[in-house]
């Protein structure tokens, strides 16, 4: 396995966030875009040769992906296995496959230097960090008291103050591939350096879902950064806070990502200069559109991180079970594996790490956090922080 530069406990954030299988399910084996399919010719296929491939397949050139060769084509609904079976005839593809979707989860609610220990002031709640038994998710009590939902256990944590005495990771660029990001986010505007919409076809990767500022936050969050009036150690703290960010949205707002997106964006990564890319997606469809992807990212010399999935069962899930792929499951506040975590057994050991993954404090989009009682505008709420500490499904 290839090791990157990145502070080492970045390749432990994608457990945080792993997925429901996708609502949309035209197969029977899991959802795919209905009438599109995804086709990669052989090397040294003349272009007329794949047009004619397209015409008797039955297909219409939509995009391509020019490094992998790869081709979204658009058939006829519900036509789409028997346009597969017509590709797959003709001698100069390689392969032919459904634009599968992926899905994220739907929300729901030793250095002997001495450890760093930050400002943010919802640090205290993140476990994952620094687990000292405390209570975590608390809100306002009687008498001036806070109820918890979550007590940890003692150094059931990463030993984040600890790493940081020795690093706080470099300002590389971190892929994001998920619903994009709040880059107008306190935490996460000075660490956004650019992506692009895949979903909506333009530069504008704004997240209208919340998963993505979600990873955002739990990889970059700035470390002890004053904001507010008066300004005070607001928000949260990601584990690497010197990183910086690439976004790429890929995902809708109900949470649905498709193979072709995901692969354009992987692709996007790449030429961007990124050095780690963050899938904190997937399904139990095996793709080789998106192998293909996964495998040009490795051999650019990325790291490429993804979720081990959420099923609590050793069904492999991709694309964090292809071979280049760190595939991370989940521990929870106990130090015991998750109990929606999916893991691999000794037969078939797909699932390599495994990271803090319930009850998560991270950054959440501003428009879609209001005080209680009252409706706040992106204007208003840009001058305070809200975190969320979204419990892994």
């Not at 979903?199 to 209208?208: A, E, L, R, T």
């Not at 760190?326 to 078939?348: I, P």
Request: hydrophobic share 40%.
């Amino acid at each position: 396995m290839r090791v990157g530069t990145l502070f080492a406990t970045l390749v432990l954030v994608a457990s945080v966030f792993v997925m429901r299988p996708s609502a949309q399910t035209p197969a029977a084996n899991g959802g795919f875009v209905a009438g599109e399919v995804i086709v990669k010719f052989k090397p040294g296929v003349s272009g007329k040769a794949k047009g004619d491939a397209h015409r008797q397949g039955g297909g219409v050139l939509k995009h391509q992906i020019a490094r992998t060769g790869q081709q979204l084509v658009t058939v006829s609904r519900g036509n789409e296995q028997a346009a597969i079976g017509r590709y797959r005839n003709n001698p100069n593809v390689l392969y032919a496959e459904p634009n599968y979707i992926r899905s994220i989860p739907k929300p729901v609610a030793q250095s002997q230097a001495s450890p760093v220990m930050p400002g943010d002031y919802y640090f205290r709640e993140q476990w994952a960090l620094h687990n000292t038994g405390q209570g975590f998710l608390c809100i306002p009590w009687i008498d001036g008291d806070f109820l918890c939902f979550y007590v940890g256990t003692p150094d059931a944590d990463i030993d984040a103050p600890e790493a940081w005495a020795v690093s706080q990771g470099t300002n590389i660029p971190v892929a994001i591939v998920d619903s994009g990001i709040d880059y107008t986010h306190p935490d996460l505007a000075s660490k956004f350096i650019g992506g692009w919409d895949f979903v909506n076809n333009d530069g504008d990767p704004m997240d209208d879902h919340g998963h993505g500022t979600h990873v955002a936050g739990t990889i970059a969050a700035a470390m002890s950064n004053p904001t507010g009036d008066p300004a005070a150690d607001e928000g949260v703290v990601g584990v690497a806070p010197n990183a910086v960010i690439l976004s790429y949205k890929v995902c809708t707002p109900d949470g649905s990502c498709d193979d072709f997106a995901i692969a354009q964006a992987i692709d996007r990564a790449v030429t961007d200069g990124a050095r780690v890319i963050n899938l904190s997606l997937g399904g139990t469809e095996y793709s080789q559109a998106m192998f293909d992807a996964v495998e040009d990212a490795w051999n650019a010399g990325l790291v490429i991180v993804a979720a081990a999935g959420n099923n609590g069962v050793t069904t492999p899930f991709y694309p964090a079970a292809f071979p280049h792929v760190v595939s991370v499951g989940a521990f929870d506040e106990d130090h015991l594996r998750a109990s929606f975590s999916n893991y691999s057994t000794d037969a078939d050991d797909w699932v390599e790490l495994a990271a803090p993954g319930n009850a998560i404090m991270s950054s959440y989009p501003m428009d879609q956090c209001g005080g209680a009682g009252t409706t706040r505008t992106r204007r208003s709420l840009a001058a305070r922080f809200r975190s969320t500490g979204a419990r892994t499904p």
